[in-house]
């Protein structure tokens, strides 16, 4: 049985359902969800044409022009990207968190969440994408690979050995080109692509944040919320609260 949850707002009503893909983020979800952790709380960071988002318990009875989005609980959750199942269409929820810099691991606020919004994007922009994901991933093996040789690289700076860095550095990019032929090219899946250039997404956050859930009913609440008029820091000028409960 599919786990479902109402989103009350002061704007309407969101249902959204859990996915059990992602059992950790549901399960925190419903725990807080019970504990009237949400309720009160606002929805402190909205952005049109991308996402709302909400979770920050700091945010309950927040004064106006209070910065906001730095609350929740003391423990984190690791990623759990299904990915491309699970993506960033119109309508995903998805947990909010501290960026890369500080959270190499993409381990998810433990109470924060958002609900995308985003647009439609244009084939050829998919397309561009793709080519950005692919020298990502190109990127991201050489940096690994970088760091399994640290010891040798070290050897041969202290030792000044300049031919023996620029051969280990050519070993090192053709073993990225290699392994990244293996992996084969990061590509958007049919099913990705449909929504993208139908329904709109944030395809960029894909596979960087986790998924978990996504609005079965009030989309057009959403909508209302992603175009309300805000302050600096992006919070609504009115405060838009919700309370959850599990249906």
């Not at 381990?107 to 080519?131: A, D, H, N």
Request: glycine share 8%; net charge negative.
């Amino acid at each position: 049985m599919a786990s479902r949850i109402k989103i009350k707002t002061t704007e309407g009503d969101i249902i959204v359902r859990l996915y059990d893909e992602t059992p950790l983020h549901r399960d925190n979800f419903i725990k807080l969800a019970k504990e009237g952790y949400f309720d009160g709380t606002l929805f402190h960071r909205v952005i049109k044409d991308f996402m709302i988002q909400g979770g920050d318990p700091d945010s309950k009875g927040a004064p106006a022009g209070k910065m906001l989005g730095t609350g929740g609980p003391d423990y984190t959750i690791p990623a759990e990207f299904v990915y491309p199942q699970l993506f960033h269409k119109r309508g995903a929820l998805s947990a909010a968190r501290l960026g890369d810099e500080v959270n190499p691991e993409r381990e998810s606020s433990g109470s924060q969440f958002y609900i995308v919004w985003g647009k439609t994007c244009k084939p050829q922009e998919l397309k561009q994408m793709e080519r950005q994901m692919a020298m990502q991933q190109e990127q991201n093996v050489f940096n690994q690979m970088v760091k399994e040789y640290k010891s040798e690289i070290m050897d041969l700076r202290r030792n000044h050995d300049q031919a023996g860095l620029q051969a280990m550095q050519d070993q090192l990019e053709a073993d990225t080109k290699s392994k990244c032929k293996r992996i084969g090219l990061p590509k958007f899946t049919p099913e990705q692509i449909e929504a993208y250039t139908t329904i709109g997404g944030t395809p960029f956050l894909d596979n960087q944040y986790t998924v978990f859930g996504e609005v079965e009913s009030g989309l057009d609440i959403v909508e209302k919320i992603q175009n309300c008029k805000t302050m600096r820091g992006d919070r609504p000028n009115t405060d838009i609260s919700m309370t959850v409960e599990i249906m």
